[in-house]
C-alpha cells in the first residue's frame, strides 16, 4: 500500500507564491517519476511539472520560468515552489507518483495520485 500525501495549498494573491509538498510512504522499492498535475473545474487534468530521478525536470510551457520542482530522494518527497502566481494557475493540484513497490513476495510497478490540494490566486 502506498499513499501520497500533499500539503501546502491555499488562497494567494496574484504574484504570491505558495509552496506544495508531497511525500509518498508506503512499501516503495522506487520512485521513477514524481510529479504536480492540476485540474480546473469541468477541464482536464494536466500535468505542471515533472522530475525523473536523476534528470532535468519537464515543466508545462504556462508555467515555466514561475515554478521549481525538486525532490527529495532520501524521503521520497517532491516539491513544487510556485512564484508569480496568476489567477489562471488557480486549480486543485494533485500530487502523482510512478513507482516501484513490494507487495507480498511480488516487486510491482504502479502509479499513484495524491488527494488533491486546492490553490487559489485571487485578489
Known amino acids: 500500500q502506498v499513499q501520497l500525501v500533499e500539503s501546502g495549498g491555499g488562497l494567494v494573491q496574484p504574484g504570491g507564491s505558495l509552496r506544495l509538498s508531497c511525500a509518498a510512504s508506503?512499501?516503495?522499492?522506487?520512485?521513477?517519476?514524481m510529479g504536480w498535475y492540476r485540474q480546473e473545474p469541468g477541464k482536464q487534468r494536466e500535468m505542471v511539472a515533472s522530475i525523473r530521478t536523476n534528470a532535468d525536470p519537464t515543466y508545462a510551457d504556462s508555467v515555466k520560468g514561475r515554478f521549481t520542482i525538486s525532490r527529495d530522494y532520501a524521503k521520497n518527497t517532491v516539491i513544487l515552489q510556485m512564484n508569480s502566481l496568476k489567477p489562471e494557475d488557480t486549480a486543485v493540484y494533485y500530487c502523482n507518483a510512478d513507482l516501484k513497490l513490494r507487495e507480498y513476495k511480488s516487486i510491482k510497478r504502479d502509479n499513484y495520485w495524491g488527494q488533491g490540494t486546492q490553490v487559489t490566486v485571487s485578489s
Open positions: 508506503g512499501n516503495i522499492i522506487s520512485i521513477n517519476v
